[in-house]
């Protein structure tokens, strides 16, 4: 209807129209009103789950990240996750790692993949964390990948969050970085430990 048109309408018509409108105007405001609440409370909601929460939620040990938290943040469809630290810092398990003050990662039950952020010190060397897992808690191991192998430890080290030393430094050098060497300076004490994928294959060996 044009807006000639609708200005040649009979008063009593239009007062018909507008008892029809206003009434659909105000519950579409109240339906907008109350998605817009919702949606706060469930921003709100996923806000409130701490990253050791959501480790141990996916069965993983919650003193696999430290304490010194500024921020997190999870897409609860795809596991991905940022947190953010107060300030790049290195806690000592059997080994050294060290925690940027940006790390990054997709949860999953069991899992940790694509992790940026974590290194980890062996032989003076150090080696980017790039994924962590639990086959079987029964088992007590986890596994840390590092790029060339994967370094088992015993969960009862990441029982709960570690006590991380606040460094100034610049991040430590890298020996593996985006499967590549970037850093000639490699021991070969370091590749004649068997990792895990070996000792697997070696395991199948035995069996067939």
């Given at each position: 209807m044009k807006f000639s048109q609708f200005l040649t309408l009979k008063p009593h018509i239009l007062l018909r129209m507008a008892v029809i409108i206003?009434?659909?105007?105000?519950a579409f405001h109240r339906f907008l009103a109350l998605f817009f609440l919702l949606?706060?409370?469930?921003?709100?909601?996923?806000?409130?789950?701490?990253v050791h929460d959501a480790l141990r939620h996916n069965g993983l040990p919650i003193g696999l990240l430290p304490t010194n938290v500024l921020n997190f943040s999870l897409d609860?469809?795809?596991?991905?996750?940022?947190?953010?630290?107060?300030?790049?810092?290195?806690?000592?398990?059997?080994?050294?790692l060290h925690y940027d003050y940006n790390v990054t990662g997709t949860l999953s039950y069991g899992q940790i993949?694509?992790?940026?952020?974590?290194?980890a010190?062996?032989?003076?060397?150090?080696?980017?964390?790039k994924g962590i897992r639990v086959d079987i808690p029964s088992s007590g191991l986890i596994y840390f990948d590092v790029g060339v192998i994967y370094k088992q430890f015993s969960l009862s080290l990441f029982e709960s969050p570690p006590d991380c030393t606040e460094v100034?430094?610049?991040?430590?050098?890298?020996?593996?970085?985006?499967d590549r060497i970037v850093n000639s300076e490699l021991s070969q004490n370091l590749f004649g430990k068997v990792g895990y994928e070996?000792?697997?294959d070696n395991a199948m060996r035995a069996l067939s």
């Open positions: 206003y009434p659909l105007s105000v949606s706060i409370c469930s921003v709100a909601a996923a806000s409130s789950v701490s609860a469809t795809s596991g991905r996750f940022e947190l953010l630290l107060r300030c790049a810092c290195n806690a000592k398990f059997e080994n050294q993949n694509g992790m940026s952020g974590v290194s010190q062996e032989l003076f060397l150090w080696f980017p964390v100034t430094d610049s991040p430590p050098e890298l020996v593996f970085r985006e070996a000792e697997q």
